[in-house]
């Protein structure tokens, strides 16, 4: 196997040029980086991070923890945290918490010992375990606001006065929120911000009560609409949900848009790869995963006393979901 004297050699530096190029490239000039990268790529040379970590203390990693990876709004922006994260020479270490604010406590604590700062996304944690876990690295929270911590938002009661006046602009007079789990910061947020907007408006908003952010949770509350008056406009915690709730109420012969319209949140790929396309407030996904990586990297430390939160912009995407209210 190449070893860091052999990269060395073949680049024609010393052997602490060649380690401190990978830990702190930002100490050399563009050539120097060059020779070490073209002679460790002659020789498949991969520096040894656990070797590096013990000169630096660093590790070159990041640790990410989404709550599930089987919903869609998560791997798009965990792949553009890991391709920020490459561009900046560090790796990222991913872990699934299951939507359990339990796992995602002892995740917490297991990839602490490995990475340098910790990406959390949407996080599920209490107030008492934020406390607990707040000081093990530098900890950046993604889609859930936390004092005195870098945090990644989007602008929800944006989005939802963006909404809430395309829906009254159609002629609607009132909608139904459903809203995603009791626990979860994000939801909080967009119920108060659809709320806020509907009062605005003057887009009358029902709530439906808490639920899972799922197709099989969205297909079971298509089921119950179907008992009931049904709503002119229904707004879902996220896509996921809301390609649920269609794909349901077409089966039980509910024309969407023509008796009900459907709106997501998310602007993930497959809203737009549904039949009928999804409308949805579309987050830049992408963004949030590269803005949350440079906050990581700017952390110094773990709680900190003022830390202004980084909030993206969101965009109301109109598709074959939403038309003019049915006249009943």
């Not at 709550?67 to 900046?88: D, G, I, T, W, Y």
């Not at 959390?120 to 934020?130: K, N, P, Y």
């Amino acid at each position: 196997m190449p070893t860091i004297r052999d990269v060395a050699q073949l680049a024609g530096v010393s052997v602490s040029t060649v380690s401190r190029v990978y830990t702190q490239p930002d100490l050399f000039r563009e050539e120097t980086r060059r020779r070490v990268h073209e002679a460790a790529r002659q020789l498949n040379y991969s520096p040894n991070r656990n070797a590096a970590a013990l000169t630096t203390g660093k590790t070159g990693n990041i640790g990410i923890i989404v709550p599930n990876l089987a919903n869609p709004l998560f791997p798009e922006m965990v792949k553009a945290a890991q391709h920020s994260a490459s561009r900046q020479n560090h790796a990222v270490l991913l872990a699934d918490s299951d939507d359990s604010p339990a796992n995602e406590e002892q995740l917490l604590h297991a990839l602490a010992k490995d990475v340098d700062a910790l990406l959390v996304f949407s996080s599920l944690l209490s107030d008492e375990q934020i406390r607990s876990v707040g000081q093990l690295r530098p900890m950046v929270f993604v889609n859930r606001h936390v004092n005195g911590y870098h945090c990644v938002l989007v602008d929800a009661y944006g989005g939802m006065r963006l909404l809430a006046q395309y829906l009254t602009n159609l002629g609607h007079k009132s909608a139904l929120y459903m809203p995603g789990p009791e626990n979860s910061w994000a939801a909080m947020e967009r119920r108060d911000a659809i709320l806020d907007a509907g009062k605005r408006t003057g887009l009358h908003v029902d709530l439906a009560g808490p639920g899972s952010p799922t197709f099989e949770w969205g297909s079971s509350a298509a089921e119950k609409l179907v008992r009931t008056p049904l709503p002119s406009v229904v707004i879902c915690f996220n896509d996921i949900m809301a390609l649920g709730v269609t794909a349901r109420l077409l089966e039980l012969g509910v024309n969407v848009p023509g008796q009900v319209s459907v709106v997501g949140w998310g602007g993930t790929t497959i809203a737009g790869y549904s039949t009928p396309a999804l409308t949805t407030i579309a987050v830049p996904l992408s963004e949030l995963g590269s803005v949350a990586v440079d906050q990581a990297l700017l952390a110094q430390g773990g709680a900190q006393a003022e830390v202004p939160p980084v909030v993206l912009g969101v965009e109301l995407v109109a598709r074959a979901t939403t038309g003019r209210p049915f006249l009943r």
